[in-house]
């Protein structure tokens, strides 16, 4: 005993002192809004979230955290939208590139119901 070993205990309460309190973390499941998957919110990661003062927990897995971030364009370089006319419904759009003539330019839900059939 007294061995400080903290390794497969994951789900072993995790005590911090933390603004002079006595705080305790707990692994917690909860549940991606965005694919439904269960996944951990670890008493490591509610840590940081109480250091940073994060009030909200996590509503994504790391996998749609991490796809998120990927499709996000790089910070300082927002995309540019230009406006466009549904080649298929005729309403105005936006789209992330210079419309050209001869290329159709979809609204998102022609280019979604499109990519659906
Ligand atoms: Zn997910
Ligand atoms: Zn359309």
């Known amino acids: 005993m007294g ?3 903290r390794s497969a ?3 072993k309460p995790y005590f911090i002192y933390f603004g002079g309190f006595l705080t305790m ?3 917690k499941t909860l549940v991606c809004k965005d694919c439904g998957a269960e996944f951990v919110f670890t008493a490591g990661e509610q840590e940081f979230y109480a250091e940073k003062g994060f009030q909200n927990e996590p509503t994504r897995c790391k996998a749609c955290r991490t796809a998120r ?3 996000r364009p790089a910070a300082g370089a927002p995309r540019e939208m230009h406006d466009a006319i549904c080649a298929n419904c005729g309403k ?3 789209v992330p590139f ?3 003539e ?3 330019v979809y609204c998102s839900e022609c ?3 499109m990519h659906r059939a």
């Open 98 to 100: 210079i419309p050209r």
């Open 111 to 113: 280019f979604a119901a």
């Open 102 to 104: 001869d290329r159709p």
């Open 9 to 11: 205990g994951a789900t």
């Open 25 to 27: 973390y707990e692994d």
């Open 69 to 71: 971030k990927a499709s």
């Open 3 to 5: 061995s400080k070993t």
């Open 92 to 94: 105005p759009t936006q």
